[in-house]
């Protein structure tokens, strides 16, 4: 588990997971967040229990690295990917990385989903990965902790109108267009909106 720790965050770092991993607080004792500085790589670590460790990454693109080459884990470890709400550890390239998670996001189709667990995008979480070819955008489920280039999404529902509608008829702008059946009441109300004492036109008979 170290040599995987080691390859992106550096020996000295991984020996310090060690020691807080080990390190038992009193009861009453309060939580308490360590930070590492290691060059341009800043680490928080934060025990939460005996089962779980919080660590939080700058800069974040390293976070992308430590999940694509996590190893393969027992029944009983996991990693957890999530965003955290505490103040955000500076580096001079975490605002790139947030603006594009932040883009991302909002560029993912709501249909996504992830082509191994079959999870919907809600748990599929946009991050940044810094290559020597340059940076590009790589999706994680959060479900299964696997990276995808560009997750699938399912197709839209069928439209409600008929297709000889916009097909042959088209839209008229200034008309109000129903999508879906209407009930008496909404009928009644909109047959008293029209004009009265008016021809009905040729086309109607």
């Not at 660590?55 to 694509?68: A, F, N, Q, T, Y």
């Not at 590009?136 to 109108?161: K, T």
Request: charged fraction near 25%; hydrophobic fraction near 40%; aromatic fraction near 8%.
């Amino acid at each position: 588990m170290g040599n995987w720790l080691a390859e992106v965050l550096a020996v000295e770092v991984v020996s310090e997971f060690g020691r807080i991993w080990n390190y038992q607080r009193d009861a009453d004792q309060a939580v308490q967040q360590h930070r590492l500085a290691q060059g341009d790589i800043t680490i928080e670590l934060t025990k939460i229990s005996n089962m779980e460790l919080q660590v939080r990454v700058s800069p974040l693109h390293l976070i992308s690295e430590l999940m694509v080459n996590v190893p393969m884990l027992s029944k009983d470890e996991f990693v957890r990917v999530s965003q955290s709400e505490l103040v955000k550890l500076t580096h001079k390239s975490d605002t790139l990385c947030h603006e594009e998670c932040f883009l991302a996001t909002n560029a993912l189709d709501v249909h996504a989903y992830c082509a191994r667990c079959k999870h919907i995008s809600s748990i599929i979480i946009p991050m940044t990965q810094v290559q020597a070819q340059g940076r590009r955008i790589r999706y994680l489920c959060i479900h299964c902790n696997v990276f995808s280039d560009r997750p699938p999404a399912h197709p839209l529902p069928p439209c409600p109108l008929p297709v000889q509608v916009p097909r042959y008829g088209g839209f008229c702008r200034k008309e109000r267009v129903s999508t879906s059946d209407i009930s008496r009441e909404d009928f009644d109300y909109w047959l008293r909106k029209l004009p009265k004492r008016k021809s009905a036109g040729e086309d109607v008979w």
